[in-house]
């Protein structure tokens, strides 16, 4: 009777995991610093020039530092849900998307400041950011 229950536990589990993996919960991305739990991946500035890999209805989280411009993308296959900080409101961006249709598209932003804007200009240096997304 015992190896019977241990045999069902190990099915359910298997099943369990083979649910998980099918439902995108467990996507794999090819960023090493993004972050993916529970069927949303989350990019930093660590994540610039890498791709990550969405299933259709995952979320994307966007979250950089307050001196950066709120997210641009490329394409309808990601839809925003929320965006909210970065320059010039001096707090951090966080902002979140979901895959909506399959494709590529880039997510972009850039560091910002306000002597880029008024007089007397300054020579700062700009980082330019970009995550790649392929939704499938």
């Known amino acids: 009777m015992q190896m019977i229950t241990n045999v069902r536990r190990v099915v359910a589990v298997a099943c369990l995991t083979i649910a998980l993996v099918a439902s995108g919960a467990w996507v794999a ?33 966007v979250s950089l530092a307050s001196n950066f411009d709120p997210p641009t993308v490329t394409g309808p296959a990601l839809a925003p849900l929320s965006v909210t900080g970065g320059f010039p409101t001096g707090q951090p961006v966080s902002a979140t998307y979901r895959a909506v249709a399959r494709g590529t598209v880039d997510v972009r932003s850039q560091t910002d400041a306000a002597c880029f804007h008024t007089p007397p200009y300054c020579a700062m240096p700009v980082m330019l950011w970009v995550v790649h997304v392929r939704i499938i």
């Open 29 to 61: 991305t090819g960023a090493a610093a993004a972050t993916v739990t529970w069927g949303t991946t989350t990019v930093t500035v660590a994540d610039n020039q890498t791709t990550v890999t969405l299933r259709l209805g995952q979320r994307l989280v």
